[in-house]
């Protein structure tokens, strides 16, 4: 499944490259729903994450040429997305305390490149497995497969309260692990995108 994604992927980048809005299209179906969870897990606000995925999508099309097949093309997004998201931070002057609090100062990107998604994803993964069975659903749930909150505590017959609860408990006992281990934060966000 991965490499047949991947193999999209860069069919699908090719096809950008060379301008083709039907592909423009297809990345913003697949990913702008994404990237606007992960904005406004940030940001707190729907108008500006609408606002972030138009930016990015924008900076996109812009940038089309620059693409690389062999790049992850989530990666990339990602990366302008987050860097469009400390800009808005450090333009209200508030990306310090936030970084503080959410143990990023030290994280930094320098290339997407650098980062290998797929064996955090796997370590991450391997994590998981020390959590209570019903969290470790939860975050699967939430974090893998895109459900909403609300979705999650449809399917399992929970409060949406519940769910929040066992995500946010999760979430800090993974965030721990990682911090334990010197990797850096901003990683594990990057790949744990609603």
């Given at each position: 499944?991965?490499?047949?994604?991947?193999?999209?992927?860069?069919?699908?980048?090719?096809?950008?490259?060379?301008?083709?809005?039907?592909?423009?299209?297809?990345?913003?179906?697949?990913?702008?729903?994404?990237?606007?969870?992960?904005?406004?897990?940030?940001?707190?606000?729907?108008?500006?994450?609408?606002?972030?995925?138009?930016?990015?999508?924008?900076?996109?099309?812009?940038?089309?040429?620059q693409l690389k097949e062999?790049?992850?093309?989530?990666?990339?997004?990602?990366?302008?997305?987050?860097?469009?998201?400390?800009?808005?931070?450090?333009?209200k002057a508030q990306f310090?305390?936030?970084?503080?609090?959410?143990?990023?100062?030290?994280?930094?990107?320098?290339?997407?490149?650098?980062?290998?998604?797929?064996?955090?994803?796997?370590?991450?993964?391997?994590?998981?497995?020390?959590?209570?069975?019903?969290?470790?659903?939860?975050?699967?749930?939430?974090?893998?497969?895109?459900h909403s909150n609300k979705?999650?505590?449809?399917?399992?017959?929970?409060?949406?309260?519940?769910?929040?609860?066992?995500?946010?408990?999760?979430?800090?006992?993974?965030?721990?692990?990682?911090?334990?281990?010197?990797?850096?934060?901003?990683?594990?966000?990057?790949?744990?995108?609603?």
């Amino acid at each position: 499944m991965k490499s047949v994604e991947k193999n999209s992927d860069k069919q699908l980048i090719s096809k950008l490259k060379s301008g083709n809005i039907l592909a423009f299209n297809q990345f913003f179906d697949i990913y702008s729903s994404k990237l606007f969870y992960f904005a406004k897990g940030y940001l707190k606000s729907v108008e500006e994450s609408e606002e972030l995925v138009q930016e990015v999508f924008t900076t996109i099309w812009e940038k089309r040429g620059q693409l690389k097949e062999e790049s992850s093309f989530k990666a990339y997004i990602f990366t302008i997305a987050f860097n469009i998201i400390k800009k808005h931070f450090r333009e209200k002057a508030q990306f310090r305390k936030f970084a503080d609090n959410e143990l990023l100062s030290e994280a930094t990107i320098e290339t997407t490149q650098q980062i290998d998604y797929n064996s955090l994803k796997d370590y991450i993964l391997e994590l998981t497995k020390s959590l209570p069975e019903k969290r470790r659903e939860v975050f699967i749930k939430s974090r893998f497969e895109g459900h909403s909150n609300k979705e999650i505590a449809d399917e399992l017959g929970l409060s949406k309260k519940t769910i929040e609860n066992h995500l946010n408990l999760a979430l800090k006992e993974i965030r721990n692990k990682i911090e334990n281990k010197k990797l850096p934060v901003i990683l594990f966000f990057f790949m744990f995108i609603k």
